[in-house]
Structure formats: structure tokens, C-alpha cells
């Protein structure tokens, strides 16, 4: 298979305009996506946020440029709901560097605080057996499978809905959703960044890997997902800090919640 120098738009991702990266295959029809400075309200963008087809893909077009990331630098997304607010550019990129302030323990201990605070005493029996004491992140899983293996077969289930391909200058999938702009928990957390350092851990210690996202949606393919009725429990309650309304809206508290994830090969999100 030959290698391709990245297309002039593309490199256009990089800060360094896409210097020494290739493509071991070629682009279908596409175009790069800029940020609104409208919606932004930072003025002119200095380079798109990433690069989106035309026409929808099928889940091994999704793999093929999942393993061409080493070389390319580009991490795929399949893009739900591409009108808005992909092709209208409702985006708003972030640096990567700013993820590193952030941990997934953080992140967990600030949220339980606050939503806590807000809780009538009666509404804590929703996070039974933890209630008012945030457990911390939960321990890692075991690989059941290849990371890449099963965020290739994700891949091929979400694209039965007709879905686009992202590709986002990016390292990992967790570094994706800042760099592109991602706004889908604007309701829960008004600043990405945070999360996406959320989605790194979980890449870590449940072999998680980023597959599409969402208007409001957030698809993660998981290699080492909980097996054991207490550790998908704790999985739960990391989940309820990261989105409520997945246990809120859904089954209502976090046993209900656990019984739903427990041997789960992914984890879907969505927020109101």
C-alpha cells in the first residue's frame, strides 16, 4: 500500500502544517471544518478544527485510517447529527496542553461536591452504596479483547447509521474531542477540556477509545470493561459525574445504572 502526502487542506490540522505525516491511503470527498467566530466569540480561528466527508462511511473506512493514525496524526471520529454542529462549525478547539491540569480524580470530587450539594437528603438513596462520599475513580479493568479490535468493531455498528468520518489532528481519541471542539456536555460542564481528560484516563484504565461523537452524544468503544457487580458499581459512579443524565434520565440510580454497563464492550453517552 502506497503512502500519500496529506492533501494541502488537511495539513492545514497541524501547527506544523502536517510536516513528515502520511496517509497510507486516500481521502474520500471531504473538506476541513473552521470554527464559527460567531459561536466561538474568539475571532478568527488560526487553522480548522478538522477535516469531514462528504458522504457517510462505512465502519472499515473508519479502521483503516484508525490504523493509519501513527503515521498520519489523525484520529477518526464518525460524526453524528453532521449539520449541526459540524458543517456549521459550532465548535469550539482548545489547546491539548491545557488537558494535562486536569485529572479524572478532579473532575470526579468537584462534581460530587456540587451535585451533592444541590440534592435533597432523600435523593442521595440514587447513589447508594457511596451517597454523599465521592468513591474516587474506580480501579482498571482487564483487556478482554485488543483495544483497537473492539473500537474497530464499534466502529462497524455506529456506521450502520450513515455517519461521516471526522479526522482530528490529534494523539489520542481523548485529545480529539478538545482539538476539534467538541460541545456535546455544554450542559453539564461548560469547558471540554476537563472531560477530555476523563476520556484519557478511562483510555488508560479501560482501554476506552474514542468512536463518534455527537450534537449532544458521546460513543467509547471499551476493551477492559467492569466484569464484577462492585466494580461496575464504581464504574457507575464515575459515570454519574461525568454524565448525569445517563443515570438520571435512564434507569434512575446506580445499581440500576451498573447492572446496564457490567461486561459492556461500550459506553454511551448522551446529555439533555
Excluded at 476541513?32 to 467566530?37: A, E, G, L, S, Y
Excluded at 489523525?74 to 465548535?91: F, K, R
Amino acid at each position: 500500500m502506497n503512502d500519500h502526502q496529506l492533501p494541502r487542506e488537511v495539513c492545514q490540522l497541524f501547527a506544523d502544517r502536517g510536516r513528515g505525516r502520511l496517509l497510507p491511503l486516500s481521502l474520500p470527498e471531504g473538506d476541513v471544518v473552521w470554527p464559527d467566530p460567531g459561536y466561538t466569540h474568539q475571532g478568527e480561528a488560526a487553522r480548522p478544527a478538522f477535516w469531514m466527508s462528504d458522504e457517510a462511511v462505512a465502519g472499515t473506512d473508519w479502521a483503516r485510517f484508525r490504523t493509519a493514525h501513527p503515521r498520519s496524526g489523525l484520529w477518526p471520529v464518525l460524526l453524528d447529527e453532521s449539520a449541526q454542529p459540524w458543517s456549521i462549525g459550532q465548535v469550539v478547539p482548545d489547546e491539548v496542553l491545557m488537558i494535562d491540569h486536569f485529572t479524572a480524580e478532579g473532575f470526579m470530587a468537584e462534581v460530587w461536591q456540587e451535585w451533592v450539594g444541590k440534592m435533597p437528603p432523600d435523593a442521595l438513596e440514587e447513589l447508594e452504596p457511596f451517597g454523599a462520599l465521592c468513591p474516587g475513580p474506580a480501579p482498571p479493568g482487564v483487556l478482554r479483547a485488543d483495544p483497537g479490535a473492539v473500537a474497530d468493531w464499534y466502529a462497524g455498528e455506529l456506521s450502520a447509521r450513515g455517519l461521516p468520518l471526522g479526522l482530528v489532528a490529534a494523539h489520542r481519541g481523548a485529545d480529539a474531542l478538545a482539538v476539534m471542539g467538541w460541545q456535546g456536555a455544554l450542559h453539564h460542564n461548560e469547558w471540554m477540556v476537563p472531560l477530555a481528560a476523563v476520556v484519557r484516563s478511562w483510555e488508560d484504565r479501560f482501554g476506552v477509545r474514542v468512536v463518534g461523537v455527537g450534537f449532544n452524544t458521546l460513543e467509547l468503544s471499551v476493551a477492559a470493561p467492569p466484569v464484577e457487580p462492585e466494580h461496575a458499581l464504581h464504574v457507575a459512579a464515575e459515570h454519574w459525574t461525568f454524565c448525569p443524565d445517563n443515570v438520571v434520565q435512564g434507569p434512575g440510580d446506580l445499581h440500576s445504572y451498573a447492572e446496564q454497563i457490567i461486561g459492556r464492550h461500550y459506553w454511551s453517552f448522551w446529555w439533555d
